[in-house]
C-alpha cells in the first residue's frame, strides 16, 4: 500500500484547510486509518483515527470540535478537514494505516504516507 498526502499549505490563523490522503492498491478498506503531524523538534503525534469502514472516529484533545476525518473507500481516500487552525497546529501531517484497532501511537500503523506541509500564521 502506497500513501499520498495532499492538500497542505500556508493559511491564517482561523482559516480551514482540507488535506487528502490518496491510497494504492485494492485493500484500503482493510485498514484503520490515521493522521499524525510533527513539528520541528517535536516527536510524531497523534491527530485522528478513524476505523476501517469509517463508523468511529477518535481524536486529540487538541483538535476536537475542530479537526474532522473521513473516508471514503469506494475512492481508496481518506480526508482531513481542519477548521478554526492556530499557529499550533503548524506542522507536517501524515497519515497512516494499520491494523490495530484506534491505536495512537506510531507502532500501530503498517504503512505511511510522505507528510504534507501546514503552516498557520497568527
Known amino acids: 500500500v502506497q500513501l499520498v498526502e495532499s492538500g497542505g499549505g500556508l493559511v491564517q490563523a482561523g482559516d480551514s484547510l482540507r488535506l487528502t490522503c490518496a491510497a494504492s492498491g485494492r485493500t484500503f478498506s482493510m485498514y484503520h486509518m490515521a493522521w499524525f503531524r510533527q513539528a520541528p523538534g517535536t516527536a510524531r503525534e497523534f491527530v485522528t483515527a478513524?476505523?476501517?469502514?469509517?463508523?468511529?472516529?477518535y481524536y486529540a484533545d487538541s483538535v476536537k470540535g475542530r479537526f474532522t476525518t473521513s473516508r471514503d473507500n469506494t475512492k481508496n481516500t481518506a480526508y482531513l478537514q481542519m477548521n478554526s487552525l492556530k499557529p499550533e497546529d503548524s506542522a507536517v501531517y501524515y497519515c497512516?494505516?494499520?491494523?490495530?484497532?484506534?491505536?495512537?501511537?506510531?507502532?500501530?500503523?503498517?504503512?505511511w504516507g510522505q507528510g504534507t506541509q501546514v503552516t498557520v500564521s497568527s
Open positions: 478513524i476505523t476501517s469502514s469509517g463508523g468511529s472516529t
Open positions: 497512516a494505516l494499520g491494523t490495530t484497532y484506534v491505536a495512537t501511537s506510531r507502532g500501530g500503523y503498517d504503512y
